[in-house]
């Protein structure tokens, strides 16, 4: 048992590490790091809505990914189950300081993001210009501005969200309407945050803002995910600027399971950039 066990050992090649970030407006962030090994790309993986920074299928993904030599970075996004705090300032802090990390080592990030993390991958990477090295949405949602029955199920919320603001009262903690993978519920997050994440005029079109993305994008979509029609991942892809190293996927699982069957293609993908 104990030499299975050595032998077991060996061929696991990554280290789980914690990180914490402090962030200008209070917030933090807590990162998972997968360290890897000396690859010229390291990766910075946003998680889906009302999710957390590891969960199993996204843990697969990142153990592959480390085994084949990329560190990744799993980051705490305003999004996350357990946070629930932030606005779009708060997630582009995240995502720059944990760049800024990575080019210090002489490094590329690659941006990973499942879900709404992959629509808010497209909005960073629309802002941020060549300061990311490349794009990975998997499963890509949350665009409020494609899904009429999200925008029916949000609007008395939105409304209220934003007299909130107006008012002063945009700190202030209250139950607001949400619609993941087909289910309403309600979320407890600030006013403030709610209108940077769920109001149309505020948070950037992710369907439009891809349309001038020139960096290299892996899109990949999930064969039984029902929402890849409902956010027209066939028709979206067909916008992107034409790049040579731009390619469109499709991984089997649903719309979270397709994370634990991605690392073959992304690692292959990554050796061609």
């Known amino acids: 048992m104990k030499n299975i066990l050595a032998l077991l050992l060996c061929f696991v090649s990554f280290q789980v590490n914690a990180l914490s970030l402090d962030l200008s407006d209070g917030e933090s962030s807590d990162i998972e790091v997968y360290s890897g090994g000396d690859k ?8 889906g ?5 590891v969960i ?3 843990e697969r993904l990142f153990e592959e990914l480390s085994d084949a030599g990329y560190t990744v970075y799993s980051a705490e996004m305003p999004w996350s189950r357990e946070k629930y705090r932030g606005t779009q300032k708060t997630a582009n802090e995240i995502i720059a300081q944990l760049t800024n990390k990575i080019n210090a080592k002489g490094k590329q990030a690659i941006l ?3 879900s709404m993390g992959a629509s808010y ?3 960073y990477a629309a802002q941020s210009g060549k300061k990311i090295a490349g794009i990975i949405p998997i499963a890509f949602a949350h665009v409020p501005q494609i899904s009429e029955r999200f925008q029916g199920e949000t609007a008395e919320s939105v409304i ?3 007299q909130m603001v107006t008012s002063g009262k945009g700190k202030e903690t209250d139950d607001f309407n949400d619609v993941n993978m087909g289910k309403s519920y309600n979320i407890d997050a600030t006013a403030e945050y709610y209108k940077s994440f769920y109001d149309p005029e505020t948070l950037p079109d992710a369907s439009e803002v891809i349309k001038t993305i020139t960096t290299p994008i892996l899109w990949i979509s999930a064969q039984r995910d029902r929402l890849t029609e409902i956010y027209m991942h066939d028709d979206i892809f067909k916008t992107i600027p034409k790049n040579e190293k731009s390619t469109q996927i499709y991984v089997k699982g649903n719309h979270v399971a397709v994370l634990k069957f991605s ?3 992304i690692i292959n993908w990554l050796t061609t950039l």
């Not at 010229?40 to 998680?47: D, G, Q, S, V």
């Not at 809505?49 to 920074?53: A, E, G, L, Q």
């Open 40 to 47: 010229a790309f390291e990766i910075i993986y946003m998680h």
């Open 49 to 53: 809505k009302n999710s957390k920074p």
């Open 56 to 58: 199993f299928p996204a």
């Open 112 to 114: 990973i993001g499942h």
């Open 121 to 123: 991958a497209v909005i």
């Open 160 to 162: 209220k969200a934003k």
């Open 263 to 265: 690392s073959e293609s």
